[in-house]
């Protein structure tokens, strides 16, 4: 009568979860300490200047940076966080309005840059196509 009744003797029913939860804490971990890495903020450290009137600014595919050489050099530019020069500069701003031509640029200047030589970087900026711009700011201090 074996084959009879439900009673199979050493079948176990129970279902392990431990190993479930497990794998799934390691992977919430993993994402938390990548969410950072992914995310498209160039982190290129430059002292911003103060503003009671900042706003937060929303996301644009072109982020555009002045950062002073502290050894008194030429100042560095950066273009969606990756070094360039001027002539690069011109050319992705180039691609990214004939894609995009209502795109709002974001510029970032350390405080100590010459007024004059960011009033020049956006001079090429507008002088490209790009209607709308923004100048980065620290938040209220």
Not at 115 to 135: E, P, R, T
């Amino acid at each position: 009568m074996a084959a009879d009744g439900p009673d199979d003797g050493n079948l176990f029913s129970h279902i392990n979860v431990t190993p479930l939860v497990d794998v799934t804490l390691v992977l919430l971990i993993v994402f938390m300490v990548a969410a950072p890495l992914i995310v498209n903020v160039p982190s290129i450290k430059v002292n911003l200047p103060k503003a009671m009137t900042s706003d937060e600014t929303p996301r644009s595919p072109l982020a555009l940076t002045l950062q002073s050489d502290p050894a008194g050099g030429a100042n560095r530019i950066y273009a969606n966080g990756r070094a360039t020069d001027e002539a690069g500069v011109r050319g992705i701003i180039g691609d990214v309005v004939a894609k995009d031509p209502d795109v709002q640029a974001i510029v970032s200047a350390d405080r100590g840059i010459e007024y004059g030589d960011v009033m020049h970087f956006v001079d090429i900026v507008k002088s490209l196509g790009v209607n709308k711009f923004a100048l980065s700011t620290e938040g209220k201090p």
